[in-house]
């Protein structure tokens, strides 16, 4: 697939089958990921890639327990709220069940710890659509950065203490074959084009 059509074909994909993508193809998108600009070429962020069906159900409960217990506030973003109140009526999955589940941090008070993750989630989205995989950023762990249970897991398996959770990104198989690509017209994202007179 040609760039600018795996940019402009991108959308999230949130149903899954349990098919784990290839070994191969999930290396490919981690690639796509590092090769992401990074302020004053830092190269900080770092990619922790959970395939293990039991890890994932054991994180999915965690967090599902630690959103129980927050109070919703009226400064919270709605899907923060969102993510509360599933997690409240219980059998919440914030990752939808996809077989893979990339968590990406970076360095605790470096000012491009946002930017770099997001160009590297992009980067990764853009190749997972090129690759016919479905992918979908996950924010529910970076809401949960300062949770302590939520660290304690995610230390077990690389995260570093100085790192904070950026982002994270499922991947797999769409249930219907091929990831939705639906091109929707953009109404928001204004342009403003400054023609010299
Ligand atoms: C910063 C950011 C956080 C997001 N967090 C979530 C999330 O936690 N769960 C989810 O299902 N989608 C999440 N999304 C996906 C957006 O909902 C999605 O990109 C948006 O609705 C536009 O749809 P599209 O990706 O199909 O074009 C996130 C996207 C971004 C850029």
Known sequence: MEALEAIL????????????????????????????????????????????KELLTE?????????????????????????????KKGGYVFYYGAPVLIVVANRKGYGNAMADSACALENMMVAANALDLGSCW?????????NSTVRAFLEQYGLLKEETIT??????????GVPERTMTERKGNPVTWVEVK
């Open 9 to 52: 074909t991108r959308r999230s994909t949130r149903k899954y089958t349990e098919q784990m993508p290839e070994r191969e193809l999930i290396e490919k998108i981690i690639e796509a990921g590092r090769y992401a600009p990074s302020g004053s070429n830092s190269q900080k962020t770092h990619f922790i890639i959970f395939s293990d």
């Open 59 to 87: 994180l999915a409960g965690i967090v599902q327990g630690e959103f129980a217990k927050m109070e919703i506030t009226d400064d919270m973003y709605v899907s923060l709220k969102g993510s509360i109140n599933a997690a």
């Open 138 to 146: 996950i924010n529910q762990l970076h809401w949960l950065d300062d």
């Open 167 to 176: 982002g994270g990104l499922i991947i797999g198989y769409p249930v219907n």
